[in-house]
């Protein structure tokens, strides 16, 4: 490239930065206009993506887009990238890109470290206030499940139903074990993060281990060595849960979640990570980012079909287990066989997250942004 054409490059380049600082949506590869240098360096191809993106899907305010031009993109993947045809190739680093030709999940690392900033400034709502503790009530641990088990103690304890006590009956709480298995990734996506759902199930079937948190064997043994085989109950029937703990009004199910906007939630828990400690994580992302998920439309997990009989061989083996150690079982033993597979994987896709973090976003900014 010449210098004369290095310069023209660069200056269509500025006028496509200006382009979109204005709310355009023109791509890279469109555009034909010319700018002026208007800083000391031009934004990376990722940031100067997304902000299209979000131009595309809405109307961002000025700060959004100056979040995102400056945004960096955390976690494993490419660094900021340069235009292609605005700047010279270079012996060192990667070459420059066109940013039509990016993946989704680069832009989603930009766009989950933008979401992640968000939630920090939005904090955790105010807790509610739990009721009095009843001296009369009935005693219980509440275990298994993570998905089903942490809103239900939660719930519990805001309705001055605690669990633990001296005679506590022990529940291990579960169901399906093909759901159990998409529950435990859930519960770990807003939480500590986790890899992709493929990903993760593929490890499982390959050591030939479920998750831990869902291997209701495991967990009944554990609690029975503390206070006996005749203390644990496995519940595979929800509901019976409102009675077994003692109150009379049923007890909330547990969130029902997009695929897509699982896999937004386990994005920004990796970037969440490193901005706030650990309990500062869970909180956000179960009491402030939860609540924006639960109405995403969308397909459900499922175990792909190529699981399908290992996931049935471990819930007959966890059936069988349980049932040989002599465990009350509140429900159908069977409950805990899937009730069948999906003929195609349902998977959360790059491009239905990417779609769902720039609405997630361009929705706060109207809560707070300035509009153009």
Request: no cysteine; charged share 25%; net charge positive.
């Amino acid at each position: 490239m010449t210098d004369t054409s290095a310069h023209a490059g660069e200056r269509r380049a500025w006028g496509w930065l200006a382009h979109l600082r204005e709310g355009g949506s023109t791509s890279w590869q469109d555009w034909d206009g010319a700018g002026v240098e208007g800083g000391p360096a031009l934004p990376g191809a990722q940031q100067l993506e997304l902000v299209r993106r979000l131009n595309a899907a809405g109307r961002p305010s000025p700060a959004l887009v100056d979040r995102a031009l400056t945004a960096s993109a955390p976690g494993r993947g490419r660094p900021d990238l340069e235009l292609v045809g605005a700047a010279a190739p270079s012996r060192f680093g990667p070459p420059p890109v066109d940013p039509g030709e990016l993946s989704d999940d680069e832009l989603l690392r930009v766009a989950a470290a933008l979401l992640a900033d968000d939630l920090v400034a939005a904090g955790v709502p105010a807790p509610r206030r739990p009721r009095v503790v009843r001296p009369w009530r009935t005693r219980y641990r509440l275990v298994g499940d993570p998905w089903l088990a942490d809103p239900l103690r939660s719930e519990l304890v805001a309705r001055g139903r605690p669990p633990g006590g001296r005679g506590s009956v022990v529940l291990v709480s579960g169901t399906a074990l093909d759901k159990m298995l998409e529950h435990a990734w859930i519960a770990r996506a807003f939480s500590v993060g986790a890899p992709g759902w493929r990903e993760w199930l593929d490890g499982l079937a390959r050591r030939n281990r479920v998750a831990p948190s869902v291997d209701l064997l495991h967990t009944a043994r554990t609690w029975s060595d503390r206070v006996g085989t005749d203390r644990v109950r496995i519940v595979l029937d929800q509901k019976a849960v409102p009675g077994l703990v003692g109150v009379r009004r049923g007890l909330p199910p547990p969130p029902d979640l997009a695929a897509d906007a699982v896999d937004v939630a386990r994005r920004v828990a990796n970037v969440l990570g490193l901005l706030v400690v650990p309990p500062a994580r869970e909180a956000l992302l179960r009491e402030t980012l939860l609540p924006r998920l639960r109405e995403v439309t969308g397909e459900r997990l499922a175990v792909p079909p190529e699981h399908a009989e290992w996931v049935r061989r471990r819930a007959e083996r966890m059936r069988d287990g349980l049932l040989r150690a002599g465990y009350a079982v509140v429900g159908d033993p069977d409950l805990l066989l899937p009730r069948g597979s999906s003929a195609a994987a349902t998977v959360p896709s790059d491009a239905g997250a990417l779609a769902l973090a720039v609405r997630l976003l361009l929705d706060e900014d109207r809560k707070g942004g300035t509009t153009r």
